[in-house]
């Protein structure tokens, strides 16, 4: 079975289309790792599954300083524009603003309520993100809860999530249970989709650290960004981290030549063996050049509907409305059976 699908049973009827939530926060630029990740996985399985796909804003308010309102907007509409770009379909599948439909933060606070303090000082992330930051606001410390609303509200059976985020994937399952067993069966429990291979693109300058949109801002060469130019991306992998060896196994290489034969194995789809013998022996540069042509090529495409999608006046405008009208459907009955349970 390939990675990341479900087998279904067999019955006469056809089987219930499973749900999908998936999102991302639009702070800073979506890189290659996001969409080796993320984007290309959400594309290829979109028509197997009932998809929500959001543009998670309200989260991005959790480290406010590092926010302007003008930037957030503008990037907010650039990650909807490169989920099309990256092959999703908005005629089949529903592209909204997480803050566009007010059961979002109406169900966390319900929740927040019925989750345990201990429940949230557990979780790693926190403890992470609040020593970067000399003050940590109270957003930070419960987004996991507005994270289990933005999966419950859709009654999802399954969220694509790297394995860093399993903990928030098992918190939301908790929340889901202890709220059915106080008040009544309201919420289905999700389970994560793990993807393994490709799932960790490592940065070009540190192959110790996962590619990062907050490093990729902090640190030229870091990552390569979905919308840089060839002439960036050329740079970019030209300066990756490598060694002074000329080691091209998978299994025996540095890590940051690793990366780059992973790299170039995820977006060319060629064998292990044919990869290593191509450039096992040589100098690093005929490998960087080979990842270089692999990703200006994979990015072309995007880049060039990018371009089409942002120039056509309203077309995200009046994509993210609907978008934002057909989240709320299914939002709103949600809430409205939690209220009733819960007597608000």
Not at 220 to 244: Q, R
Request: hydrophobic share 40%; aromatic share 8%.
């Amino acid at each position: 079975m390939v990675e990341g699908q479900i087998e279904h049973a067999q019955t006469n009827a056809a089987p219930r289309k499973k749900i999908v939530l998936s999102g991302v926060q639009p702070t800073g630029v979506l890189h290659i790792g996001n969409y080796i990740g993320a984007l290309s996985l959400w594309a290829q399985q979109q028509y197997e599954y009932k998809n929500y796909f959001m543009i998670a804003d309200l989260h991005a308010l959790t480290i406010p300083e590092s926010i302007k309102a003008k930037e957030l907007r503008a990037s907010s509409r650039r990650v909807a524009a490169l989920y099309i770009a990256s092959g999703i379909d908005p005629e089949e599948n529903v592209i909204f603003l997480q803050s566009a439909v007010p059961a979002h933060p109406y169900l966390s606070w319900i929740l927040g309520c019925v989750t345990p303090m201990g429940w949230l000082e557990r979780m790693t992330q926190f403890k992470t993100k609040s020593g970067q930051t000399e003050s940590v606001g109270t957003g930070l410390f419960t987004y996991p809860v507005l994270q289990a609303a933005d999966i419950l509200l859709y009654q999802a059976d399954y969220v694509p999530v790297g394995e860093d985020q399993r903990q928030h994937v098992e918190l939301t399952r908790d929340i889901a249970a202890r709220f059915n067993h106080l008040f009544g069966k309201c919420f289905r429990l999700p389970e994560g989709l793990y993807r393994t291979t490709g799932a960790r693109v490592m940065g070009f300058d540190d192959p110790a650290s996962k590619m990062s949109k907050s490093l990729a801002e902090q640190r030229t060469g870091h990552a390569v960004n979905l919308l840089d130019p060839p002439n960036v991306i050329k740079k970019t992998i030209m300066s990756a981290v490598t060694d002074s060896g000329n080691e091209a196994r998978f299994e025996h290489a540095s890590a940051g030549v690793r990366n780059l034969l992973e790299l170039y194995e995820v977006l060319t789809k060629e064998p292990r063996e044919q990869i290593e013998n191509r450039f096992h022996g040589q100098g690093y540069g005929n490998l960087k050049k080979a990842v270089t042509e692999a990703v200006v090529e994979t990015l072309r495409p995007i880049q060039e509907r990018y371009q089409q999608i942002t120039n056509e006046p309203g077309y995200l405008d009046d994509l993210l409305a609907k978008g934002a009208e057909r989240a709320s459907q299914v939002a709103d009955r949600t809430l409205a059976k939690a209220r009733q349970l819960t007597g608000v």
